[in-house]
Every structure is written in structure tokens, then in C-alpha cells.
């Protein structure tokens, strides 16, 4: 009788421990407005909110996959640490390679915003010499002891050309 019982308490423990654990649930909206919930949490540098705690339904045993096919449908959803050999991702190490890669995005679009700015500057220099010596008439400079020079003829038709190059270097 007391291998039956324990048999019965083995059953009901191992239906009742998908209660017994608790996941939170975050509440986000993604770049296109769509609002998501997901008990994963979403990249550090999108606001969320945290909805509770969520409690899975007890669900019947599962039989386990083989280890290649496991593997397989790891690698297959984009598991690096699988595809590499390792144990899938947990859900906090998936959180943080979120995090990380959200991190370096962020890196790369200042990289592109400032390189964007840089090009913008430029072009808009290139063509206001350009149009300078468009104009034409007497070109003067200032050189390294801040006095005035004039530019000769060949000195103009060469900046000139300097203009028309940094124009098409840095304007679209």
C-alpha cells in the first residue's frame, strides 16, 4: 500500500510544479506601435511595465526528444550557445544578449547620425566654396599668420576644382 500512495504523491507532485513555478509577465509596445506581452522581458531600451505573475496551467508529461533533434531545434531557432555545442539560452542570458545587442544598435545608429551630421556639414561647405568661386571676381586668403592674400589665377582654377570634388564627395 505504501508503494501505491507513493506512487500517487509522485503523480500529483510532478502535475502541480508547472503551478508552483511563477514567470512574469512584461507588457510592451514594439517600434510599430503593436503592444506585446511575453514573460521574456524586451531589450533594456524599450520601456515596459510589468503585468504580475503568470501561472502555467499543469500540462500532462512531455517524452523528451532525442539530444540530436533537440539540438537541431535549437540551432534551428537561432541559439548560438546551442549551435556552438553549449545548453540552449536561458531566459535571463537571452535577456541580456537583448540587452547587449539593443546596446550595440544604439552604438551604431550615434556612429551613423554623427557620420550622417559629419556629411551634411561638409556638403554644406563644399558648396558654398563652390559657389564662392562660381562667382568669381578677386579671391583672397588668410594664411598661417592671419594676413591677407590674394589668390593667383592658377590658385583659383585649382580650388576650384578642390570645390567641385568635395561637392560631389559629400552631397548625394
Known amino acids: 500500500m505504501k508503494a501505491g500512495s507513493l506512487f500517487v504523491w509522485a503523480v500529483l507532485l510532478s502535475a502541480m510544479s508547472p503551478v508552483l513555478t511563477h514567470?512574469?509577465?512584461y507588457k510592451w509596445k514594439d517600434k510599430d506601435g503593436t503592444t506585446r506581452y511575453s514573460d521574456v522581458p524586451p531589450p533594456s531600451n524599450i520601456k515596459n511595465e510589468s503585468m504580475g505573475k503568470k501561472i502555467p496551467k499543469a500540462t500532462a508529461p512531455t517524452v523528451t526528444a532525442p539530444?540530436?533533434?533537440?539540438?537541431a531545434a535549437t540551432a534551428g531557432k537561432g541559439g548560438e550557445a546551442a549551435a556552438?555545442?553549449?545548453a540552449?539560452?536561458?531566459k535571463e542570458e537571452a535577456a541580456a544578449k537583448r540587452a547587449q545587442e539593443a546596446e550595440a544598435?544604439?552604438?551604431a545608429d550615434a556612429v551613423k547620425q554623427a557620420e550622417?551630421?559629419?556629411r551634411q556639414e561638409s556638403c554644406a561647405a563644399a558648396r558654398k566654396n563652390q559657389a564662392m568661386f562660381a562667382n568669381g571676381g578677386r579671391m583672397m586668403t588668410t594664411d598661417e599668420k592671419g594676413e591677407r592674400r590674394y589668390m593667383g589665377d592658377e590658385e583659383i582654377t585649382k580650388s576650384k576644382a578642390d570645390a567641385q570634388r568635395d561637392v560631389e564627395k559629400f552631397c548625394d
Open 23 to 25: 514567470a512574469e509577465i
Open 67 to 71: 539530444v540530436e533533434s533537440a539540438a
Open 84 to 86: 556552438k555545442g553549449g
Open 88 to 90: 540552449p539560452l536561458t
Open 105 to 107: 544598435q544604439k552604438k
Open 116 to 118: 550622417l551630421k559629419y
